[in-house]
T-cell receptor
Framework: EAGVTQFPSHSVIEKGQTVTLRCDPISGHDNLYWYRRVMGKEIKFLLHFVKESKQDESGMPNNRFLAERTGGTYSTLKVQPAELEDSGVYFC????????????????FGPGTRLTVL | GIQVEQSPPDLILQEGANSTLRCNFSDSVNNLQWFHQNPWGQLINLFYIPSGTKQNGRLSATTVATERYSLLYISSSQTTDSGVYFC???????????FGAGTRLFVKA
């Protein structure tokens, strides 16, 4: 079974440009999460999808970030326009529906997309 | 590439007991972070600890970078401590971050 995949693995763009990151969760996983690690800082939560709905987007830094999950399958995270401070690594994770503290599945993490804004 | 192993994979405790979770990594790291997965599946940062010891209430963590491991201590466990605990390491020389598979903790009342 394929794991969580992310594309691209690395993106280099100039300030002001737009970048779209993609995450393909494990098939059948309804929960999808985005996290990011800005250089030199800790990993932080961005948002959580349950199927196609945004369960929690409290971690989104500002309105330059837009996440979608059409059809409840893959998800995209668009940064428009990108700023220098957006550089970092963006992680995606997925887990099965009806996650429970004990009986549910753990999260499975993708390899991350490294974003460099020049 | 760098490997991250967490142990034990599953742990059941009686409320009030203490526990130690371990995170081993196979190479030098820049940073290490411990998380607790909340009931909605979101990762909550516990410690950002590339080396040394930190404490926050009943939780503390120690990373011995030279020996390539980190420990998360939970004292006087409570039912609300139940969940999955992850460690994530940032490999040296780049932006590569690897997550462990997690330790599932269940604290019984």
């Amino acid at each position: 079974e394929a794991g969580v995949t992310q594309f691209p693995s690395h993106s280099v763009i100039e300030k002001g440009q737009t970048v779209t990151l993609r995450c393909d969760p494990i098939s059948g996983h309804d929960n999808l999460y985005w996290y990011r690690r800005v250089m030199g800082k800790e990993i932080k939560f961005l948002l959580h999808f349950v199927k196609e709905s945004k369960q929690d987007e409290s971690g989104m830094p500002n309105n330059r970030f837009l996440a979608e999950r059409t059809g409840g399958t893959y998800s995209t995270l668009k940064v428009q326009p990108a700023e220098l401070e957006d550089s970092g690594v963006y992680f995606c994770a997925s887990s099965q529906e009806d996650w429970a503290r004990w009986t549910g599945d753990t999260q499975y993490f993708g390899p991350g997309t490294r974003l460099t804004v020049l | 590439g760098i490997q991250v192993e967490q142990s034990p994979p599953d742990l059941i405790l009686q409320e009030g007991a203490n526990s130690t979770l371990r995170c081993n990594f196979s190479d030098s790291v820049n940073n290490l972070q411990w998380f607790h997965q909340n009931p909605w599946g979101q990762l909550i940062n516990l410690f950002y600890i590339p080396s040394g010891t930190k404490q926050n209430g009943r939780l503390s963590a120690t990373t011995v970078a030279t020996e390539r491991y980190s420990l998360l201590y939970i004292s006087s466990s409570q039912t609300t401590d139940s969940g999955v605990y992850f460690c994530a390491v940032e490999a040296t020389g780049g932006f590569k971050t690897i997550f462990g598979a997690g330790t599932r903790l269940f604290v019984k009342a």
